[in-house]
């Protein structure tokens, strides 16, 4: 089932990290450094502390974690989605095509958003009015963002693009009268009807089926080949990473604790925590009596431990974790970890007796 | 002689014109289906939403009164059952939920909602003896018992869960109908919970009808496997043997959709079009005609019997020939 010849595939897919494709100088978002704090409480509750993520020109990046690691919270800042208040934008900055999101006034921020980049979320409901059409809410995305392109034709081209059957008159259809999969497929044709340069889709397919899920994975794959847009996607499952990603990041507790190629990642994993998510996974035909478990809980963002933040949950630690906050230290090419003893641990991801 | 035996079971939810308007239609969301379960064992029952599994996980513990068919407990005919002996017989057989803070009631604490079903049972003689069985039961679950005063809100998900597993201990049942009860929870807790459930199930031998979506967590935990469509049961047989040689194009698609973390594993991926009907009306013939790729003009008009093609492996399929195999059925075809 698995000839060893199949990586060379992988290879192709995965764009370089630091330095560019030419002609894409600097990276389409350059999130830096950024620290969000949300409520009044003392000390306020940190969701996200000190994220650093970058998404070339046409790729695709996943960012992965737990609930309450903070994955929407960075993708929701993106378009400075958050309201502040709550929010805080604390430290950081946020470069999105050129602009600095957070310094942005108001009125050119909306130009970005749906022209640059548009989101999917997890739920289409909540993306889609109840109680206009389809088409007419389509119809308004290209209105506000290409007008010259805001005609019913484009309409019906949109959503037969997107695998909608008879899209004429399913355009007059309301979201109630559509599955959530059809819903979902609607949902990406508005976010791909203002042609963004990023697409960000936040867990797009965990409230679907499975076979949904590979029909809407494809969909993806198939927009972004004829659009090169780039896409960030938000999820916490592994197998859909290893489905479409070029490049991956893994946030914990509110930090990213390891970014790679995405081969490279499943196959050589260099922080405990990514390691164990990936053993955690049941797998087709990798029959075990027991799963991996991580024990413990993720923690809260009010009461994160000191020093490295999985140090209660992790297998090899040592007393300096529970002290030290590690830095993002280099483990490759491209390859970045926020655990300081990564060479010397046994990380292997995929037992050997899991390729029978 | 089997711990559970269902024969024939269906269940048929009325459709209605408005509230209080005549019955239109009949939903099938069960449709004559035959399961078995042993003393200890584990059979998995997957499927994609709407496809009756829950409704089937149910109708067998009669929270939903099957129409038609026969649910053997041990020899004994439980169908029709009714008042005191239904609910003595109901201290077998337990659930459990995929959302349990929605099978917790918020204002009662951990240790009561353990205790109810000890006091609905009157298996606590006195007092000190309930407290004693709530604390045991917690800690039997990785609960700890100083928090017997604690409310559910007070809980993580992972936690809640493991309240809802003590809860259907509290009465040590013979089986556990398991309603997806790790999808609502993260990966790295789905695995501390999936372990607890194993662990309970070698030390007390209770078995489990383990309903999910998730076909590898069902391969995983299951001996048998059974896979539902629009309400009937199309495939059934050992896990290992369904994972390497399904027979149904339904149950290929479903695990070419499943991902898989190997980067160097390659696969054939089916992708299957469109999405499962309504059950309402659902197709002539095989339901699964509309999606199935290799759909032949019998399949519109007559609808296949699930048949053992072979030792414990049953499909209904017009599509399997003699030797086997399916036009899908990567070990058959050889691609």
């Given amino acids: 089932m698995v000839p060893a010849e199949s990586t060379g595939q992988h290879k192709d897919r995965v764009l370089p990290g630091a330095p560019s494709r030419p002609g894409a100088a600097s990276p389409l978002l350059d999130i830096k450094n950024l620290t969000i704090e949300f409520g009044s409480f003392n000390p306020p509750a940190r969701a996200i502390e000190g994220v650093c993520l970058t998404v070339h020109h046409g790729e695709t990046v996943c960012l992965v974690g737990e609930s309450g690691s903070g994955k929407s919270v960075t993708a929701l800042s993106i378009a400075r989605l958050l309201s502040s208040p709550p929010a805080r934008y604390v430290e950081g900055e946020i470069w999105l095509d050129g602009h600095e999101i957070l310094g942005l006034p108001e009125t050119e921020l909306r130009r970005l958003r749906g022209r640059v980049v548009s989101y999917v979320f997890q739920e289409p409901s909540a993306s889609l009015n109840p109680v206009r059409t389809i088409g007419s809410q389509i119809l308004e995305a290209l209105k506000l963002h290409q007008p010259s392109l805001a005609t019913k034709e484009e309409v019906v081209r949109l959503l037969a693009m997107v695998g909608i059957p008879s899209p004429e008159t399913r355009a007059d259809d309301y979201p109630h009268q559509m599955s959530g999969g059809m819903q979902q497929r609607a949902a990406i044709a508005m976010a791909i009807a203002s042609r963004p340069k990023l697409l960000v889709a936040d867990e797009p397919t965990t409230a679907l089926d499975v076979t949904v899920q590979a029909q809407i994975l494809d969909l993806m794959r198939e927009l972004q080949g004829e659009f090169g847009m780039a896409i960030l996607l938000i999820t916490h499952n592994l197998g859909i990473v290893r489905e479409i990603a070029n490049r991956v990041a893994v946030i914990y507790a509110g930090q990213i604790v390891e970014t790679a190629p995405c081969a490279e990642l499943l196959r050589q994993p260099r922080h405990p925590y990514t390691a164990a998510l990936i053993r955690a996974v049941p797998e087709l035909g990798r029959r075990a009596n027991r799963l991996h478990a991580i024990p413990g809980q993720v923690p809260s963002s009010f009461d994160r431990p000191e020093g490295c933040r999985f140090h209660p949950r992790c297998e090899f630690a040592r007393p300096e974790c529970q002290k030290n906050s590690p830095l993002l230290i280099p483990a490759g090419l491209g390859h970045w970890t926020r655990c300081p003893w990564h060479d010397q641990l046994p990380l292997a991801p995929l037992s050997p007796d899991s390729k029978a | ?335």
């Fill in chain 2, 1 to 335: 002689m089997s711990l559970l035996e269902v024969r024939q079971l269906s269940v048929r939810f009325p459709v209605r014109r408005g509230l209080f308007g005549g019955v239109r239609a009949w939903l099938r969301a069960v449709d004559r289906v035959d399961l078995e379960i042993q003393t200890g064992e584990t059979v998995g029952l997957v499927g994609e939403s709407g496809c009756g599994k829950s409704t089937l996980g149910r109708a067998i513990l009669r929270l939903i009164e099957p129409a038609d068919g026969q649910i053997i407990w041990k020899d004994t005919d439980i169908t029709t059952l009714s008042g005191r002996e239904l609910r003595q017989w109901r201290r077998q057989a337990q659930i459990i939920f995929q959302d349990p803070i929605n099978s917790l009631d918020p204002r009662q604490t951990v240790g009561d909602a353990i205790g109810e079903a000890l006091d609905v049972h009157k298996l606590a003689p006195n007092r000190r003896e309930r407290q004693d069985r709530i604390a045991a039961l917690m800690e039997s679950v990785g609960l700890d018992p100083s928090r017997a005063s604690d409310y559910p809100h007070e809980f993580s998900g992972g936690q809640r869960q493991r309240i809802g597993i003590a809860r259907a201990l509290a009465v040590q049942p013979d089986l556990i109908v398991c309603d997806e009860p790790v999808s609502a929870l993260d990966v790295s807790i789905q695995a501390q919970i999936v372990n607890l459930l194993l662990d309970l199930q070698r030390t007390r031998g209770i078995a489990y009808l383990f309903i999910a979506h998730d076909l590898a967590l069902v391969e995983h935990i299951s001996r048998r496997v059974l896979v539902m469509y629009l309400g009937r049961v199309v495939e059934s047989a050992d896990a290992t043997e369904l994972l390497h040689h399904p027979l149904h194009p339904y149950t290929q698609a479903l695990i070419s959709a499943v991902p898989v973390l190997d980067p160097d594993s390659r696969r054939k991926r089916i992708i299957l079009g469109g999405e499962v009907p309504s059950p309402i009306n659902p197709p002539p013939g095989c339901a699964f005609h509309p999606r199935c790729p290799w759909a032949e003009p019998k399949c519109k008009s007559i609808a296949p019997a699930l048949r053992e093609v072979k030792q414990g492996h049953k499909a209904a399929c017009h599509l399997i020939t003699a030797d086997n195999s399916t036009p899908g059925n990567p070990t058959a075809t050889n691609t």
